[in-house]
Structures are given as C-alpha cells and as structure tokens.
Nanobody, 122 residues
C-alpha cells in the first residue's frame, strides 16, 4: 500500500491543524494499523498516535493525549490526525505509516508515506 500524507503548515501556538493520510494505491485492510510518527530536527522519529482500521481502537503518545485525535474514513481510505492546542514542541515532520502489528517504534510499520511539515510559532 502506498500512503500519501498532507495537511501540514504553519500555525501559531494554541492553534489547530488536521493531517490526512490517504492510501493512494492499494487499500487499507481491516487487519491494518495506521500510525502517525513525527521527527524534529536532530531527534529520532517518535510515535504520536495509531488506530486499528477494523476496530478503530486508538493509541496515543502521552504528550499528545487529549490534544490530538486520530480517526479514519473507511470509504476514503484515509486516516486523519486532528491536532489541537499545538505547542512549539509539536513542530516536526509528520509521517504516516501502516502495518499489521501495533508498535510504537518505526520498525513496526513496513509502509510509509512521505512527511508533511508542521511548524508551530510561539
């Protein structure tokens, strides 16, 4: 499956953005888990959130819980990451990924989209 991420941009602290991750080819099966990771300059890629496509069970990294919401639109083969109350520490390149095993490390996901840049001004 090929994934395409979009929706990044520049936002002031406290603002909101919604990222999208669409399967541009292939499909996302009910057994799949789709996740979002982010990578800031000089830092390792870190887990943000994930959703099980079939059950819609959601997972969040502690620092985004309560501010970010992951969801999916099955007919559109798209996963969204609604990001509210953004902080400067949230600034990073955000990547979506898919696989059949849940994990919080990048190697858990074999399929990746290109990144989309989120910039948060203070």
């Amino acid at each position: 499956v090929q994934l395409q991420a979009s929706g990044g941009g520049l936002v002031q602290a406290g603002g909101s953005l919604r990222l999208s991750c669409t399967a541009s080819s292939g499909r996302i099966y009910s057994s799949y888990i789709v996740g979002w990771f982010r990578q800031a300059p000089g830092k390792e890629r870190e887990f943000v959130a994930a959703i099980r496509w079939g059950s819609q069970l959601r997972y969040y990294e502690d620092s985004v819980r309560g501010r970010f919401t992951i969801s999916r639109d099955s007919p559109k083969n798209t996963v969204y990451l609604q990001m509210n109350n953004l902080k400067p520490d949230d600034a990073a390149v955000y990547y979506c990924a898919a696989g059949t095993q849940y994990g919080t490390t990048p190697d858990s996901y074999p399929y990746w989209g290109q990144g989309t840049l989120v910039t948060v001004s203070s």
